[in-house]
T-cell receptor, first 111, second 113 residues
């Protein structure tokens, strides 16, 4: 899987939007962009994924750059429960198997 | 039901003990995974079972022995572990190996003394 680069940590105020960036300059045409998050003392949980178009679901939005070399996970209104490590992972559509977690971004949400 | 359960939640064992970790899912998923996560590090893959057959072993030492008795259960047998094996052991499942979404359990926190 191609490599991703994320900031080590970010901080946000509660009830404000959060934009979590991810760079993946070596992405291939068949790589999907996945986001997982891991809350303290829990296993990772799926957040969202996309290929080329922007995606929305009940948890977040994923904005993908036109050249696909970067993407941004958007939490529209951060809550204290959103404090977690957010992982951006590239996964080839048919490769299956493991998720290759990078270091992720640790998000701190302050009241 | 999108739940993966793991037991026990915590385990303390000596280097001469034999213990087992258990993982269960009732989502009809046919791929199951074991990951290891050291403190402040991302999860790392250990094993993948696909349709109850071991399909990937990421060069894991033989003191870790996985077992998939049926499509809902995944065990990890532990024997003669070292203190550096202390970590959070995560189980995950997906509909099949090619499906994007993996569902993780809460993990078993293992301490080897």
């Amino acid at each position: 899987d191609a490599k991703t680069t994320q900031p080590n940590s970010m901080e946000s105020n509660e009830e404000e939007p959060v934009h979590l960036p991810c760079n993946h300059s070596t992405i291939s045409g068949t790589d999907y962009i996945h986001w997982y998050r891991q809350l303290p003392s829990q296993g990772p949980e799926y957040v969202i994924h996309g290929l080329t178009s922007n995606v929305n679901n009940r948890m977040a939005s994923l904005a993908i750059a036109e050249d696909r070399k970067s993407s941004t996970l958007i939490l529209h209104r951060a809550t204290l429960r959103d404090a977690a490590v957010y992982y951006c992972i590239l996964r080839e559509s048919n490769s299956g198997y493991a998720l290759n977690f990078g270091k992720g971004t640790s998000l701190l949400v302050t009241p | 039901d999108t739940e993966v359960t793991q037991t026990p939640k915590h385990l303390v064992m000596g280097m001469t003990n034999k213990k087992s970790l258990k993982c269960e899912q009732h989502m009809g998923h046919r791929a199951m995974y074991w990951y290891k996560q050291k403190a402040k590090k991302p999860p790392e893959l250990m094993f993948v079972y696909s349709y109850e057959k071991l399909s990937i072993n990421e060069s894991v030492p033989s003191r870790f022995s996985p077992e998939c008795p049926n499509s809902s259960l995944l065990n990890l047998h532990l024997h003669a572990l070292q203190p550096e094996d202390s970590a959070l052991y995560l189980c995950a499942s997906s509909q099949d190996p090619s499906r994007e979404t993996q569902y993780f359990g809460p993990g078993t926190r293992l301490l080897v003394l």
